[in-house]
């Protein structure tokens, strides 16, 4: 079964720094791209970035640019998401997702999620 | 960016009937649009995907149709499970985007 586990969300302040981790296991994580996507609040979905299976490529949505840097390392089969210079707007659940397959990177299956809060 | 506008933002109805939901894109997506469900309090789930595939386990009262801008899921009889919220995403083009989401509730 496939299994994605997020960690390292919480409480941090404006300005303040959280790295996120998402690890995987009951597939093979380094043939697959990953991707994190968030959900404030009440509200709804937004890509947040993606990273291709050897990390060759990646991409970020225009609001995290230079602020979030993602990652893996897939001799740990995990993911994870430095997230710099927070913002209020920031605050939000965040999932990692599978690539449904290496060529079809729709996401599947997703995390539980992890709620990260920026706050004074 | 690509917009993705989804139609109508809440829709009512009854367990048995018929749910017809819209995606509308700002440019052509070609055939690669998904739909996924979110329960209040849960990830969200993969639907259907390329437009009209569905996914794994996903039972076949859903289906889904559309290419180019204008896509359609629908669900041939509710279900009492499948009052939920439901999110169309494009992968044509970076950024991926999704639609603002439809509300399915029980009428």
Redesign the interface.
Known sequence: EVQLVESGGGLVKPGGSLRLSCAGSGFTFNGHSMNWVRQAPGKGLEWVSSISSSSRYIYYADSVKGRLTVSRDNAKNSLYLQMNSLRAEDTAVYYCAKSLEPDRDWFDPWGQGTLVTVSS | EIVLTQSPATLSLSPGERATLSCRASQSVRSYL?W?Q?KPGQ????LI??AFNR?TGIPARFSGSGSGTDFTLTISSLEPEDFAFY?C?Q?SN????????TKLEIK
């Open positions: 998904a996924y979110q990830a969200p789930r993969l995907y390329d996914a999110y995403q992968r970076w950024p991926r985007t999704f639609g603002q989401g």
